[in-house]
């Protein structure tokens, strides 16, 4: 229990000094800004490459990951709204990959989704994808071609669009978490999307990390206040994260502004893909610590990252600036006139209970026999009705343009989904038949087992657009589909 069994390649990558600190928290940044044109443009570039991290502790060996410009997360890339970003990706794998940019309001040709958006990019290849930040945000990029590996190896980073007048705080922290499957030997384990994951929860790693290091304490002083930006870039983890004592102020979902509220006690539940960002109060003694828990599984909390406050306090009390963000410019559907939508999703461990529980006919594959078959094709969810497998599948669902759509979603499987759509943030309006309190706008909703969620948007990005579950191995087993807007 020595603290000199603390890495010090990650002590400093976390305690630097405040300055350094100030604009994000162990995460390079890089980007040269550019004036041209109207909007400026914002320049970056993206080396994917195999590359050695030392995620676990010494004397672990560093792991083998997969990264862009050689860290797992990737470079922080910045711009502010309204600003164009372009951002030239390199591919040095040895495999084909893209880059998506989860959560933007992008045109299409920019999504970065192998086959339906653009030719994969192969190895030695580039691609410049160009868009404006329309939105301001916390969002992420990753590959979109095999990402059940590609993710899981190291591949992504946070895309932060600043507001052009954000609300006062004292600094700013990103936080990339993730978790990571390792042998005893401290190496990947590379039993990636096997069928045992597939048909449960996903890959569920044994070792957390944020930012790329499972050994974090944060620096922080009493009563300074901190945004910070969260991001579950696991592939299967869904965090529930206790910020032990602290009362932080919910103020951003996937990227949209969400009226401020309290936790309060109530757990930050974060599925994976989904971006939460947090208004933190730093309200500890000084000299004292604390630690940020998941606690998911009630059985096995874990300790996600340490708080340790400095022994000289910023100020007396917390400070009582506003913490509304400004608004994006998102279209308000129309409930009333909406057209609706229904979409089934069956499959899994224990489908044909779950199936049955929501009044779903999946015929006799939950009985055994058909669903082994599917199984061994490596067919194991279903949206309605269809495990989905193609790279350019037909749409199973088209909406027409401009027009406000109400899309229910009805999880009739006994596993939790984040359920993502591309290219559109939807306001999540009931669960279950209730109101939300807040009427969310989101690019993931993630839907509890047996769970009736009712989304809502005006479908106003034209387009075939990726929608999947993000538990990135139930995607790669027929969890996802292509909607039409047109
Ligand atoms: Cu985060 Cu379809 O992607
Ligand atoms: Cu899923």
């Not at 980007?31 to 041209?36: D, E, I, L, S, Y």
């Not at 672990?60 to 997360?73: I, Q």
């Not at 868009?131 to 916390?138: C, H, L, M, V």
């Not at 757990?267 to 947090?278: E, F, K, T």
Request: with cysteine; net charge neutral; aromatic share 8%.
């Amino acid at each position: 229990m020595s603290d000199s069994h603390q890495p010090s390649l990650s002590r400093r990558s976390f305690i630097g000094s405040a300055a350094a600190m100030a604009a994000s928290a162990a995460l390079p940044e890089t980007g040269v800004a550019q004036n041209g044109g109207a909007a400026r443009t914002r320049q970056y570039n993206l080396r994917a490459a195999v590359g050695e991290q030392q995620v676990l502790p010494r004397p672990a060996k560093p792991l083998s990951v997969w990264s862009y410009n050689g860290s797992a997360p990737g470079p922080v890339l910045r711009a502010t709204q309204g600003e164009r970003l372009r951002i030239a990706f390199e591919n040095a794998l040895k495999e084909s990959s893209t880059v998506h940019w989860h959560g933007v309001r992008l045109p299409h040709a920019m999504d970065g989704v192998a086959y339906l958006t653009q030719s994969p990019v192969k190895p030695g290849e580039k691609f410049v994808y160009e868009f404006e930040a329309i939105d301001a945000g916390t969002f992420w990029y990753h590959p979109h071609q095999r990402s059940y590996e590609q993710v899981d190896r190291g591949l992504y980073g946070a895309l932060i669009i600043n507001e052009k007048n954000p609300p006062r705080v004292d600094r700013e922290l990103v936080w990339v978490i993730d978790d990571w499957r390792v042998t005893r030997e401290g190496a990947f384990s590379e039993d990636f999307n096997n069928l045992m994951d597939a048909s449960h929860g996903g890959r569920l790693g044994n070792y957390v990390t944020v930012n790329g290091s499972g050994e974090t304490p944060v620096k922080v002083r009493s009563n300074e206040r901190i945004r910070l930006r969260l991001i579950n870039a696991a592939n299967a983890r869904i965090f529930s994260l206790d910020f032990a004592g602290l009362s932080p102020w919910l103020i951003a979902l996937d990227g949209q502004p969400v009226k401020p509220h309290r936790l309060d006690g109530e757990p930050l539940v974060l599925g994976p893909s989904m971006r939460a960002d947090i208004m933190l109060d730093m309200t500890g003694k000084p000299g004292s610590r604390t630690a940020v828990i998941d606690r998911n599984n009630p059985r096995n909390p874990f300790r996600v990252a340490d708080l340790v406050y400095d022994a000289s306090p910023l100020r007396d009390a917390p400070p009582d600036w506003p913490m509304d963000l400004p608004p994006n410019p998102l279209q308000e559907p129309d409930i009333a006139s909406a057209q609706r939508h229904t979409v089934q999703f069956t499959g899994g461990m224990m489908a044909g209970m779950a199936a049955r529980r929501m009044g779903v006919d999946i015929g006799g594959m939950g009985m055994g026999g058909g669903m082994m078959g599917m199984m061994r094709q490596g067919k194991i969810w279903f949206v309605n009705g269809v495990a989905e497998l193609a790279h350019n599948p037909q749409p199973f669902l088209n909406l027409a343009l401009g027009k406000s759509h109400v899309i229910e979603l009805v999880n009739a499987t006994a596993w939790h989904h984040p359920i993502h759509l591309h290219g559109h943030s939807f306001r999540v309006i009931t669960r279950n038949g209730k109101p939300t309190r807040f009427r969310e706008w989101q690019d993931s909703v993630l839907m509890a087992p047996l769970e009736r969620v009712e989304i809502a948007m005006i479908a106003d990005n034209p387009g075939k657009w990726m929608f999947h579950c993000h538990i990135l191995e139930h995607q790669a087993s027929g969890m996802m589909g292509v909607v039409n807007v047109a």
